[in-house]
């Protein structure tokens, strides 16, 4: 039913995602009135009406890491490349995969022909760059490309090479991400603010009205790829006449919605409502596995956890199914797995499986005579604002008091945690999570030395700086399973497992892939 998942979830600054958790954990108590006008939204039968949790703050997907303004606008705006289902880049608006010179500096990249822009012209390489330029300006991932970028220039009128100081292996995963992305504009838009809308997808914006809905309508004139649709890539086609992405921040109003067939489709709904949506005719639930992980940090610059081995032992003491359990309610929503990326990405595996979820008491005490561990305790920095990293605490300190661990548990707001992780004096592990990416170097902030954590060994710089180095993808997923080797050993994070996220929608919506990025060309009635 679900296919693998990445993204994108837009990141706070902090390294969250506003596509987090909480929303799911939300009550979900029936509630029978709808949104104020929400009923002068219901058009023919060849609209789709879509419920979103909230407002866009704007429609520009470069102004903002927020979902939203992606979501809806990545039916108006297409990139150079994509992901497909199994999490692999592919061309979009690019012809083919980039070649890439031997030490991956330059890109040569075609652009497809006779692709039309909502304005009627043929999209070309002007286009192309002007998008990109804007891109890096404004974004964060453009930014980081920019540190980097030497030149861009135009190959004739569909050709593009970009030129690069140092090599950037995950170039085209930085463009893919839809998520504050490099969506590809026509260039006599290009402007900050944007105040047209104006792309290359099966889509064309017509309206917005704050607070009430953004209408999107098909476009008659769109260039569709020939290659078979899988997760983002391949063939697009507007089989609804028109997306009409309506504002319904209660989650459970856009659940009573879906139920009664006014939307036909509700993102982000509490997992309690999975029981009712699955047994009611009307309606089926959508479920994204994995669409995102948490994970616990560890102080490895000072304290008790600067010590490997206490946190060797820290880690072989947790029962991460337990703690997943408490914290989703249901294994319907979770997986215990030490794999840090789905079976389907070229970054998968297994390496960690002889220390992950075995709970080993005997053996963690052994470890701890050995240390002559003092009964200093472990203390676990949480917060309630996010419940189920608070249910995962409570568990992990059953855990390691069964192990011979004294705990100390400091439950704090989340700005608070925030502000004190930030302090090596002041905590040995914290709770967090992360969206899925298909990248190991955009989460967790860890395999960096600046975050929190402060994790910097010649070990992790040796696996890493090979990493780093290999452009090859087939060849950087073996490079990946010797990091991840590294992070069992040294434990400067632990990946609990994964969870998933729960839509809905009507029974007779058809066509729609369950991604993390909820797209709905080829969906229709």
């Given at each position: 039913m679900a296919k693998p998942a990445f993204l994108n979830g837009a990141r706070t600054s902090d390294g969250f995602s506003r596509r987090d958790i909480a929303r799911l954990m939300a009550g979900a108590g029936a509630l029978s009135i709808l949104p104020a006008g929400t009923s002068a939204v219901a058009q023919s039968a060849n609209s789709l009406n879509l419920a979103m949790i909230g407002e866009p703050q704007t429609l520009d997907p470069m102004a903002s890491t927020a979902d939203l303004p992606s979501l809806i606008m990545q039916h108006v705006y297409e990139s150079l490349y994509t992901f497909d289902a199994s999490l692999n880049p592919q061309p979009m608006l690019a012809t083919t995969m980039p070649k890439v010179s031997a030490d991956g500096l330059t890109y040569e990249i075609e652009i497809r022909k006779n692709v039309k822009l909502h304005s009627g012209r043929d999209l070309d390489v002007e286009d192309v760059i002007a998008s990109l330029k804007r891109w890096i300006d404004m974004t964060p991932r453009g930014k980081s490309v920019g540190t980097v970028l030497d030149k861009m220039e135009a190959k004739g009128t569909h050709g593009l090479t970009i030129k690069l100081k140092s090599p950037v292996p995950a170039l085209v995963i930085h463009m893919a991400l839809p998520s504050g992305y490099a969506g590809i504009m026509a260039k006599e838009t290009v402007a900050n603010p944007l105040t047209t809308y104006i792309g290359t997808g099966p889509y064309k914006f017509q309206e917005r009205k704050p607070d009430q809905y953004v209408v999107l309508t098909r476009f008659d004139g769109y260039s569709a790829r020939s290659e078979a649709a899988s997760g983002y890539a391949g063939k697009r086609e507007?089989?609804?006449?028109?997306?009409?992405?309506?504002?319904?921040?209660?989650?459970?109003?856009?659940?009573?919605?879906?139920?009664?067939?006014?939307?036909?489709?509700?993102?982000?709904?509490?997992?309690?409502?999975?029981?009712?949506?699955?047994?009611?005719?009307?309606?089926?639930?959508?479920?994204?596995?994995?669409?995102?992980?948490?994970?616990?940090?560890?102080?490895?610059?000072?304290?008790?956890?600067?010590?490997?081995?206490?946190?060797?032992?820290?880690?072989?003491?947790?029962?991460?199914?337990?703690?997943?359990?408490?914290?989703?309610?249901?294994?319907?929503?979770?997986?215990?797995?030490?794999?840090?990326?789905?079976?389907?990405?070229?970054?998968?595996?297994?390496?960690?499986?002889?220390?992950?979820?075995?709970?080993?008491?005997?053996?963690?005490?052994?470890?701890?005579?050995e240390v002559k561990y003092d009964g200093t305790p472990v203390r676990i920095l949480n917060s309630k604002q996010y419940e189920f990293h608070h249910n995962m605490a409570l568990v992990m300190a059953e855990n390691l008091k069964a192990a011979g661990f004294k705990v100390q548990l400091d439950v704090v707001d989340w700005a608070t945690l925030v502000q004190r992780r930030a302090d090596p004096a002041l905590y040995d592990v914290y709770i967090t999570h992360s969206s899925v990416y298909p990248e190991p170097m955009l989460s967790p902030p860890q395999l960096g030395t600046a975050a929190p954590g402060w994790w910097d060994t010649p070990a992790k710089a040796a696996v890493l700086t090979a990493f780093n180095a290999e452009s090859d993808p087939v060849k950087r997923g073996k490079l990946w399973a010797k990091v991840q080797e590294v992070i069992y050993d040294e434990v400067p994070y632990i990946r609990v497992g994964e969870f998933a996220a729960l839509s809905a929608s009507v029974a007779g919506l058809k066509g729609f892939v369950p991604m993390p990025m909820p797209s709905f060309w080829n969906v229709s009635l």
């Open positions: 507007a089989k609804a006449a028109e997306l009409r992405f309506i504002p319904v921040p209660n989650a459970n109003t856009r659940v009573e919605g879906t139920l009664a067939g006014q939307y036909h489709f509700a993102d982000q709904v509490p997992v309690e409502a999975f029981r009712r949506i699955s047994s009611n005719p009307a309606a089926k639930p959508i479920l994204v596995m994995p669409f995102g992980f948490p994970y616990l940090v560890t102080n490895t610059k000072q304290g008790l956890f600067a010590d490997k081995k206490i946190r060797q032992a820290f880690q072989l003491a947790l029962n991460e199914t337990e703690m997943l359990m408490a914290a989703f309610g249901d294994d319907k929503f979770f997986r215990a797995t030490p794999a840090h990326f789905p079976s389907t990405s070229p970054f998968h595996s297994m390496v960690g499986e002889k220390v992950y979820n075995k709970a080993d008491t005997a053996a963690v005490k052994k470890m701890l005579a």
